[in-house]
């Protein structure tokens, strides 16, 4: 039974540019969480989402930044026109049904580094 | 809204001792709490969670933790550690409710890196 899959493991941008970054729940896992690991920060809440819909994004950044999780295909974190301050580890999680007693299963996480 | 304060940003011990990384919260509505670990370049894997019962709770690789409502503490503790334990380690709270959206949210500690020598 795989784990909750995120792609690209490392990415690299130049400031200006989009990032993709990629999350495949585990089987059977209907809800995703996304969070931002900055430098010397602890883990910071972003987004969850359900099926096509977004739960609560009030950890989203108001500006670039968006997320999605259709009813076909993984969950995607947007980053539109990167800066410097993108840079950081992102991991998402996923559980089978809603938090909160339903335990959220991370991802090795993708390292987005924005040159 | 929840906060998470670990009190120790870095914990170093030798091997077969005993170790406790603090990790204390504060929060207006009743809360369900987790331990979580990180190895180098890896994401979280649970080590153990609290939703009720017994405030003792025992989770994977001889790890137990113990909440203590009265002191909004839930410390990590570990009788002898191991080399294989060295890691960062994360406190996180989630709000045991269901009212409002934020209930998918867990709040985290800062980490505590924990280092075994030999």
């Known amino acids: 039974n795989a784990g909750v899959m995120q792609n690209p493991r490392h990415l690299v941008r130049r400031r200006g540019q989009e990032a993709r970054l990629r999350c495949s729940p585990m089987?059977?896992?209907?809800?995703v969480y996304w969070y931002r690991q900055l430098p010397e920060e602890g883990l910071k809440f972003m987004v969850y989402?359900?099926?096509?819909?977004?739960?609560?994004e009030s950890g989203m950044p108001k500006e670039r930044f968006s997320a999605e999780f259709p009813k076909e295909g993984p969950s995607i974190l947007r980053i539109q026109q990167v800066v410097r301050g993108d840079s950081a580890a992102y991991f998402c999680?996923?559980?089978?049904?809603?938090?909160?007693?339903?335990?959220?299963?991370f991802g090795a996480g993708t390292r987005l580094s924005v040159l | 809204a929840q906060s998470v304060t670990q009190l120790d940003s870095q914990v170093p011990v030798f091997e077969e001792a005993p170790v406790e990384l603090r990790c204390n919260y504060s929060?207006?509505?009743?809360?369900?709490l987790f331990w979580y670990v990180q190895y180098p370049n890896q994401g979280l894997q649970l080590l153990l969670k609290?939703?009720?019962?017994?405030?003792l709770v025992k989770g994977i690789n001889g790890f137990e933790a113990e909440f203590n409502k009265s002191q909004t503490s839930f410390h990590l503790r570990k009788p002898s550690v191991h080399i294989s334990d060295t890691a960062e380690y994360f406190c996180?709270?989630?709000?045991?409710?269901?009212?409002?959206?934020?209930?998918?949210?867990?709040?985290f500690g800062q980490g505590t890196i924990l280092t075994v020598h030999p």
């Open positions: 089987k059977g896992h209907s809800h």
């Open positions: 996180a709270v989630i709000p045991g409710g269901r009212g409002g959206t934020s209930y998918g949210k867990l709040t």
């Open positions: 989402l359900q099926k096509e819909n977004i739960i609560d």
């Open positions: 999680a996923s559980s089978p049904m809603g938090a909160p007693k339903n335990i959220q299963y």
């Open positions: 929060s207006s509505v009743s809360v369900y």
């Open positions: 609290y939703l009720s019962g017994s405030t």
